[in-house]
């Protein structure tokens, strides 16, 4: 069982810059159990890879007229890479920035009265946009819009110039990039998975305010009052397809569950006295429900073998005799202990006068005493689900964790530290016990 976290977002509501989803926590264990919080970072980092076309406008000469170059408008694609950093204001609007290197190629003619030119120009360079990032997220999905401008630098351009009649060859074009001012619109998927990556898929536009005036081009050894005017390189827009990951740290916060137990179904019939054990001793009498006793033999504690029993039950315990393992430093139970808890579920199961049970985790105090109870917590939850899959209702059982705070013996020794790392069990409501 993990966190699911319910939202609901709308992209209009971003690019207002107010968010129209909601977050919520579904309060209902059963549907959508909620077994992780976490605390996470406000700062989220990722990678970009995106693909799409881009255009870019008609040129004309310095008085608005076509010139040499005008023709049809300069299409192509481009490849851009970036870096992205997100501060979260909350769980669903943040700021963002962003380092994108981009590559544009586009191409096109233009005609005159006695040759067809085909140009084609390449495009190298920087983005730095900010931008309002918003949305909300629908269990392992999210949804978000991305609304910002930022500067864009030209940092390499070529040209390169076909024909397709007899003329004099001519030098290649020299140009010069400058500086745009594009706007970015686009909306973000994404896949989070149960830790703090993120998978997300990103629709971009971006569109230029307008061009750089320090963009031309020139014809090196070569004027004529027809060539004057300038191409602009900077590409008119651009729509991208992204994908990439990102991180957002976070650590697990601990956990306790507490679970109100449903009021009490009306009295049903007296039941026939059952004995599980076939020991002579009926189960609502019998401490080891499940562990038959021996005749002639000392009885612990009624019903129970001489050795005491590996699960006995007590007005306000429940006594487990072997150890309950777990792999070193985690909340996963071991498969040895596995037998250990069937047994214990089955004595719930029959045990139905024990109607609350508090599963209690400790540990030794080696190592951070914040860890140490985060994974006194989640130890405790773990065997707390482990009951619920074997059948114990989940109304009966609750858990707590207390770290290295009610040691047994002492930490200084391997057994001291090994008594020390246990679960407990509490009975806090037995029938047909007085408190």
Known sequence: M????????????????????????????????????????????????????AQAGRATDEFGDPSLLFGTAYTGNGL????????????????????????????????????????????????????????????PLSIRGIAGIGPRFGVSASAREE??????????????????????????FAVHTNGNLSIPIEFRYMRNFGY???????FDDYTSEEDRGRFLVENDWHFLVQVGVDVRPGAREPRSTFVEPPPPPPPPPPPAQPDQDGDGIFDALDACPLEPSQAGQPMPAPGCPASGGIVQLSCDRVWVSVPIEFESGLDTIKPESYPILYLLADTLQIAQNVTLLSIEGHTDDVGDADE???LSEWRAYSVLEFLIEAGVEESRLQSFGYGEEYPLESNDTSEGRAANRRVEFHILENQTCDF
């Open 163 to 188: 024909r397709t009649a007899a003329v004099p060859p001519e030098p290649a074009l020299e140009i010069r990039t400058g500086l745009a001012l594009p706007l970015h619109l686009g909306a973000e």
């Open 212 to 218: 750089p005036d320090k963009t031309e081009d020139r």
């Open 80 to 139: 851009r890479f970036s870096g992205v950093g997100r501060y979260h204001f909350s769980d669903n609007i943040a700021l963002r920035f962003e380092l994108g290197f981009m590559r544009s190629h586009t191409s096109g003619f233009a005609d005159t009265d006695t040759y067809r030119r085909d140009l084609t120009f390449d495009l190298w360079s920087l983005d730095v946009p900010v931008a309002l990032d918003a949305g909300a997220r629908v269990g």
């Open 372 to 374: 140490n109870q985060w």
């Open 2 to 53: 993990r966190t699911r976290t319910l939202a609901f977002a709308l992209l209009t509501g971003l690019l207002i810059g107010v968010p129209t989803g909601a977050s919520a926590q579904w309060d209902d264990p059963g549907a959508f159990p909620d077994t992780t919080s976490r605390e996470q970072s406000r700062m989220q980092w990722g990678g970009r890879i995106g693909f799409g076309s």
